[in-house]
């Protein structure tokens, strides 16, 4: 498989996780489950930790 074919596979296969994971953000959020700015913090926590572990 040429590299770009590779690139563009990953590039969609993203896109698809990007809008899988924006739609659950959503249903959690119209149920009551969590609000945006929890799920922001979240992720916020998350990319602290793993720089840490990863020592950047």
């Given at each position: 498989m040429a590299k770009e074919e590779e690139v563009k596979e990953l590039k969609e296969e993203i896109e698809l996780l990007?809008?899988?994971l924006?739609?659950?953000v959503e249903l959690l959020e119209e149920k009551g489950v969590l609000k945006y700015e929890e799920?922001?913090?979240k992720i916020?926590?998350?990319i602290k930790?793993?720089?840490k572990?990863?020592?950047i």
């Open positions: 990007d809008d899988m924006s739609a659950l799920w922001e913090e916020k926590e998350r930790e793993s720089e572990l990863n020592g």
